[in-house]
């Protein structure tokens, strides 16, 4: 909703205003301030539409995950980077539904500018795998399987990367 250097601004503001309740002697209202502050830094780095839209991606809800995207006009000037990665990581999800070449891009885009979390990094290498498959180019299929298995550390994928397994065996 707001741009990330406005958050940080109105951290700073809320942190020099509880430092002068410090010195003030008002020491209740200065610990406030700077729990309150913590929230807006917090939004800097976790941005809060992005945040929904993975809420809205949990219950399967695709268009309301496509609706609160589309509020982040200028993806480049609004968001830090690694959130720019998850934008495109989440845009990568929904055009893998309809347009492969799209979700590809997408995907390609989010692990260049970063995930944090590497389940969501095996998550992407695990789909360009399938829309590698999909597209009849095997290496490259096996070399984003064999990046995704190392991946998942807590083998939430297995499943998925043994079936690709086999499906490019068949090809």
Do not use: C
Not at 32 to 49: A, C, G, M, Q, T
Not at 82 to 87: D, N, S
Not at 128 to 152: F, V, Y
């Amino acid at each position: 909703m707001y741009n990330k250097n406005f958050k940080l601004a109105i951290a700073t503001l809320i942190i020099a205003y509880a430092v002068y309740q410090f010195i003030e002697g008002y020491i209740g209202n200065g610990i406030f301030l700077i729990l309150l502050s913590l929230i807006f830094i917090f939004l800097y780095f976790r941005n809060e539409i992005i945040l929904l839209a993975f809420l809205r991606m949990r219950k399967q809800d695709f268009t309301g995950t496509k609706k609160w995207l589309d509020k982040i006009k200028n993806p480049e000037s609004a968001l830090i980077t690694k959130q720019q990665g998850y934008y495109n990581y989440l845009n990568g999800i929904l055009a893998s539904q309809t347009n492969l070449t799209e979700a590809e891009k997408f995907f390609k885009k989010a692990l260049k500018l970063g995930l944090s979390m590497d389940y969501d990094v095996a998550m992407a290498k695990l789909s360009l795998a399938g829309i590698a498959m999909q597209k009849r180019r095997k290496r490259e299929a096996t070399e984003l399987l064999s990046e995704a298995k190392k991946l998942d550390k807590q083998n939430m994928l297995t499943d998925q990367i043994k079936m690709m397994q086999q499906q490019l065996k068949k090809i």
